[in-house]
T-cell receptor
């Protein structure tokens, strides 16, 4: 897997946009960038993924730099329920199946 | 509800017991995974199955024995565990065939070894 680097923790005010950065300078050309989050003691939840272009869905937006060495996950209007650990991952393939390796992630705290 | 169901949700077992964790998905996925998450640590990938074939064993001790009888079911058989094996065990599934497909996780089994 391409190694990803994230800040260990971030704070954001409720109602504001939360911007979570991720560095993945060793990502290869066919590796996607995925974001998952884990709310306390629950299974991780898929948020969004992208390859080259910016992506948006009902949960978040993903901005990938042109050189693909970094990306930013944007939660446009953070709520208290967005408090979680956010993981940025660039999985590789094992015989066709994804190998998702989780790092420490970023612990995002949304403050009222 | 992700479509991946794990049972039981909680399990307490003695070090000499034998128990099994079950994971089930009816999403049509053909890759399934076991992860371990110890307290305040990141998820650790344990096993990967592709079309019922094990493709990854991440140096997991033999007291953990996975079984994948079909693409919809995955088991983790446990025997002679140690207290340090107490953790949240998570199952996931995804569609084989490329890097552009997301994984879905179950809610996990909270295991306590006494």
């Amino acid at each position: 897997d391409a190694k990803t680097t994230q800040p260990p923790s971030m704070d954001c005010a409720e109602g504001r946009a939360a911007n979570l950065p991720c560095n993945h300078s060793t990502i290869s050309g066919n590796e996607y960038v995925y974001w998952y989050r884990q709310i306390h003691s629950q299974g991780p939840q898929y948020i969004i993924h992208g390859l080259k272009n910016n992506e948006t869905n009902e949960m978040a937006s993903l901005i990938i730099t042109e050189d693909r060495k970094s990306s930013t996950l944007i939660l446009p209007h953070a709520t208290l329920r967005d408090t979680a650990v956010y993981y940025c991952i660039a999985p590789s393939l094992i015989q066709g199946a994804q190998k998702l390796v989780f790092g420490q992630g970023t612990r995002l705290t949304i403050n009222p | 509800e992700t479509g991946v169901t794990q049972t039981p949700r909680h399990l307490v077992m003695g070090m000499t017991n034998k128990k099994s964790l079950k994971c089930e998905q009816h999403l049509g996925h053909n890759a399934m995974y076991w992860y371990k998450q110890s307290a305040k640590k990141p998820l650790e990938l344990m096993f990967v199955y592709n079309f019922k074939e094990q493709t990854e064993n991440n140096s997991v001790p033999s007291r953990f024995s996975p079984e994948c009888p079909n693409s919809s079911h995955l088991f983790l058989h446990l025997h002679t565990l140690q207290p340090e094996d107490s953790a949240l065990y998570l199952c996931a599934s995804s569609q084989r065939g490329g890097l552009g497909t997301e994984a879905f996780f179950g809610q996990g089994t909270r295991l306590t070894v006494v």
